[in-house]
């Protein structure tokens, strides 16, 4: 992940604008596993897709 790190907020940042309303970014390799992850608001957006406090959330019910 240290190599791609940042690799997310690029395309979020420098390519697009704040018409388009990006409001997440995620990338995966070939595993599904997280390598970059831009999320512009860290409070309303999972840090790992796969990997939801959801999930979690959904099973106490």
Known sequence: MKD??????????KRFTKEDQLFAVYL???QDQL???YR???SSFPRNLYQ?????FGENI
Do not use: G, I, L, Q
Request: aromatic share 38%.
């Open 40 to 42: 512009y608001n860290a």
């Open 52 to 56: 939801t406090e959801y999930d979690k």
């Open 4 to 13: 791609y790190y940042w690799r997310s907020w690029y395309f979020a940042r």
């Open 28 to 30: 995966y390799d070939m």
């Open 35 to 37: 390598v970059s992850a």
